[in-house]
């Protein structure tokens, strides 16, 4: 354990961290640049912390090969830049949010102990001895083995059900074998975990019956040796003795493989991970799904067979397209000579005493132990199964007597060599048609389907499985839709986002910011998505697709691949996202992507405050900007934002500060000004003197009291006062998409709550239609935009200009529910007759064409 490197709370007057307006602290201006300067290094800093996030998925998604030497460098690398956003925040907040120390500090812990081979949190000092079924998913992989956690998580997505079960996880074998690993009992403190969950287990059973157990390995390989699974029960003495002799069974198949010269990576796989206690099934059928069939002269294919006990001996086998929808290429249904009374199995046609006559591709209508649903959704499960572990799966499975599909157990089969189908692939692909290339990886692999177009309000119940997902932007909204997906196809987005650690989390081909895909890419198109190539093929390529299932992958099977995975599970999970919940607090941080996102909103929250915060801005050195509008202004320059030449008042032309000058815009634009007076009703004035001297005063609103442009190069905080509301604009406009953003906050206004109200409503739906994350508390509006291309930010902040002056004083107008949608209307008017319905410029302040980017440094200097 690190000894905890946290500054001191108690520093002296003019260190770094020291808040503002304390003794010694600089005033003005000079601190106002100085805070700056921490926000900047926030935004650099967490850019490089998600760079490097990125760089750990590429290499998870398949993009290279990596060693243990790289684990320890990015983790080292991260975890420096990690603290130094939570030391920045702490100076620009003053030392407000010193829990960031501790968090970071459990993090760190936690990363070096997995890098060191440790087992991570959920095997420390014996807890989780068993777990119930409801509470695996990939993070508790340790505790119960891939085959296990690949499972739920396919089950989770609905493509499969499970059977209700508990485990004696990683942690309870560890204990029982500490215990002396005795074959006819097990340790008392495993033995009442295991009676309370067996207790819990027949209660959600509804009664004690009889289970069965299995020994589960580590890995998912399709030639791991297993302990046979055996019965017990219902008595709860027989389950814990069965549980001891299948532990001592299983150890000693992973002791028989060391002594036949087995490595020591072989030998551990074959240790169990966990053992499985469920329900002893009474299957209506069961069979298996290779996603990869051994039969070469079906390729593309997926074998399902199905056997049913009250049909006879015999065993059905159904080949399926494998690029979905999974349409039904052959069916092999055994002889109804060897089926008895198939003819009353699950699937028969009522009413009929024999099989029909053999018709197209084999089938007897009414003879098939499977129909075409289920064939479709065990399909479907074994395509999510692929993605999870990395290769085609081998499933088994079992249908229940309400008819339900069950999955019992999964691995990861090899196909053998005359399988994989490569020869004249590079011809091939050479006379394939590209529809599209380019764009970025995000998760390699090859997927082919159907193109449907997706976008926030798609409903995932709606989406075929097994599509090719193109949008415009890789919104975090579409993460729901990733599981059901084949493949997604983005025409903007980063791949350090939300959207794409989905896509690898799910392993789900994927490649951002190919243009025009939506265009070049019609619904109902069925193409081949090659993600680690960048590029989309016209049609179904089946060799490629053979060559990505059959070829070598560094996957879930190499230790370095699963340690860079449980690192991951502490590095790159959003559990804590909008700033309103409650649980946004930095106690709850539980990775470093928890620790950067937060530091990231509480600086702009700082940001937004400027003016109550600071009251000495008041005397700093501003400078009035005339404009074309009845608007007094004034500049602070924080560096880059005003041209160096300016004089002491400035004009529009002399601003260089890009968002200020794209919110000028539509501000400044006097079609938006309606300077008319308004009709004030008596109502209108005693609704007003209860609010106008408290909305002046109220604390926290971050309003000074003259309006107050703070600029630099890429960002600008407006705090405007007009009448009785106030707008605070905060945006940084560069040229990565990834940092763009704008935070707007409207509050305010002197009419009746009613009307006030309507106001609020006019601006949440005129924000909504510029793409915003639009909250509304009453009277106070606030929205948030993030990541964006430069040109649709500037086109955004201007109508946002436009908004600001369109809505000054327009309360006191909103007399019925007609005047929202009638003034929502003449909105739109107004950008369409400014050209901001094209993104075209306005004619305000020099254009400055496409320069590039500074790099922000650390003291402030420099553009920013």
Same mark, same amino acid.
């Given at each position: ?61 398949? #993009? ?17 830049h990690v603290h130094q956003v939570a030391y920045c925040l %702490?100076?620009?907040?003053? %030392?407000?949010?010193? /829990? ?49 956690? *690949?499972?739920?998580? =396919? ?23 500490? /215990? ?18 067996? *207790? ?12 069965? !157990? #299995? ?109 979905p929808p999974h349409e039904l290429v052959r069916s092999e ?13 699950? *699937? ?71 399988s994989v189908r490569v020869a004249g692939l590079d011809r ?129 099977? @190499? ?14 999970? !959003? ?29 702009? #929250? ?90 002046? @005063? ?20 407006? +705090? ?19 940092? %763009? ?26 924000? +909504? ?27 955004? !902040?201007?109508? !946002? ?31 369409? @007759?400014?050209?901001?319905? %094209? ?12 320069? #590039?980017? +500074? =790099? ?9």
């Open positions: 354990m690190r000894s905890t490197s946290r500054p001191s709370s108690g520093r002296t007057p003019g260190q770094p961290g020291t808040p503002s307006g304390s003794p010694g602290a600089p005033h003005g201006a000079e601190a106002l640049r100085a805070l700056f300067a921490k926000f900047r290094r926030i935004l650099e800093l967490n850019n490089r912390v998600l760079e490097m996030m990125a760089e750990m998925e590429r290499a998870l998604g398949g #993009e290279y090969i990596f060693d243990s030497a790289f684990l320890r460098s990015a983790v080292a690398e991260m975890s420096g %702490n100076v620009l907040s003053g %030392n407000r949010h010193v /829990a960031l120390y501790d968090r970071y500090e459990a993090i760190r812990n936690i990363l070096d102990d997995l890098l060191e081979g440790g087992p991570g949190p959920g095997l420390a000092g014996g807890r989780q001895l068993v777990l119930p079924g409801a509470e695996v998913r990939w993070e508790v992989e340790p505790l119960v083995g891939q085959a296990a956690a *690949a499972l739920a998580e =396919t089950a989770r997505a609905g493509e499969i059900g499970l059977l209700d079960c508990f485990f004696v996880s990683a942690a309870g074998i560890a204990a029982w074998r500490e /215990a002396g690993g005795s074959p006819d009992e097990l340790p008392p403190a495993l033995a009442e975990a295991v009676r309370e969950e067996l *207790a819990n287990l027949f209660r959600r059973l509804g009664g004690p019956r009889r289970l069965v !157990l #299995e020994a589960l390995p580590h890995a998912a390989a399709e030639a791991t040796p297993r302990a046979q699974a055996r019965g017990a029960g219902p008595d709860a003495d027989e389950v814990l003795r069965a549980v001891a002799a299948l532990l001592a069974e299983a150890d000693a198949v992973s002791k028989k493989v060391a002594a036949a010269g087995g490595d020591e990576n072989e030998a551990a796989a074959a240790s169990p991970a966990c053992v499985r206690l469920r329900e002893d099934l009474a299957a209506r059928a069961a069979g298996s799904i290779l996603a990869m069939p051994r039969e070469a002269e079906l390729p593309g294919t997926m074998l399902v067979t199905a056997r049913c006990e009250a049909m006879g001996p015999g065993e059905d086998r159904y080949f399926l397209r494998r690029v249904q055994a002889a109804a000579a060897d089926l008895g009374g198939k003819n009353g199995g699950p *699937a028969c046609a009522p009413g009929k005493d024999a099989a029909l006559a053999p018709g197209a591709r084999g089938l007897r209508r009414g003879s098939a132990i499977l129909a075409p649903g289920a064939l479709t959704g065990l399909a479907s499960a074994a395509r999510t199964l692929e993605n999870a572990l990395g290769g085609p799966p081998a499933l088994t499975w079992a249908m229940d007597q309400g008819g339900r599909l069950l999955a019992l157990d999964v691995s990861v089969c090899t196909p053998p060599p005359e091939i692909l050479a006379g394939a048609e590209r529809i599209l290339s380019g764009g970025a990886t995000v998760q390699s692999g090859v997927a082919a389907g159907r193109v449907v177009h997706v976008d926030e309000h798609t409903d995932p119940s709606a989406l075929p499985p097994g599509a090719v997902l193109v949008a415009r932007a890789a919104a975090p909204s579409l993460s729901p839709l990733l599981r059901r997906a084949a493949a997604v196809v983005t025409e903007m987005g980063s791949a350090t986002g939300h959207l794409a650690t989905i896509a690898r989390e799910c392993r789900l081909p994927a490649v951002f910011g190919l243009q025009d895909a939506r265009a070049r890419l019609p619904e109902d198109t069925e193409v081949t998505v090659d993600a680690g190539a960048g590029v989309v093929y016209r049609g179904v390529i089946e060799p490629l697709l053979d060559f990505q299932a059959s070829a070598p992958e560094f996957g879930p099977t @190499d230790p370095e691949y699963l340690t860079l995975r449980r690192l991951l599970r502490f590095i790159r999970p !959003l559990s804590i996202s909008h700033p309103s919940d409650e649980g946004f607090a930095a106690a709850n941080c539980r990775t470093f992507h928890d620790i950067i996102h937060f530091c990231h909103e509480q600086a702009m #929250e700082e940001l937004l405050e400027l003016s109550a915060r600071h009251p000495d801005l008041e005397q700093a050195a501003t400078r009035p900007l005339e404009l074309p509008v009845p608007l007094d202004l004034f500049v602070l320059d924080l560096g880059g934002g005003v041209a160096p030449e300016a004089g002491q008042r400035l004009g529009p032309e002399d601003l260089t500060s890009r968002p200020l000058r794209a919110l000028l815009r539509g501000l400044a634009s006097p079609s938006a000004w309606d300077n008319a007076p308004m009709a004030l009703h008596l109502g209108d004035v005693f609704a007003g003197l209860g609010r106008s001297t408290a909305a002046l @005063d109220a604390p926290g609103q971050g309003y000074s009291g003259r309006n107050l442009a703070v600029a630099a190069r890429t960002y600008c905080n407006v +705090s405007l006062r007009m009448g009785y509301h106030f707008n605070v604009i905060d945006s940084w406009l560069g040229d990565t998409p990834g940092q %763009n953003y704008v935070y707007y906050r409207f509050v305010g206004g002197f009419a009746d709550e009613a009307r006030r109200g309507r106001r609020a409503e006019l601006v949440r739906r005129a924000l +909504s239609r510029l793409g915003f994350r639009v909250e509304v508390r009453g009277d106070l509006v606030t929205a948030r935009l993030r990541m964006g291309e430069r040109e649709e930010i500037e086109l955004t !902040l201007s109508r !946002l200009g436009e908004l600001t002056g369109f809505t000054r004083q327009l309360d006191l107008a909103m007399g019925s529910e007609e005047d929202v949608a009638a003034l929502e209307a003449r909105f739109a008017e107004i950008g369409a @007759d400014n050209g901001n319905g %094209n993104g075209t410029d306005s004619g305000v302040g020099p254009k400055t064409g496409d320069e #590039e980017q +500074s =790099t922000p440094t650390p003291d402030g200097g420099g553009d920013a």
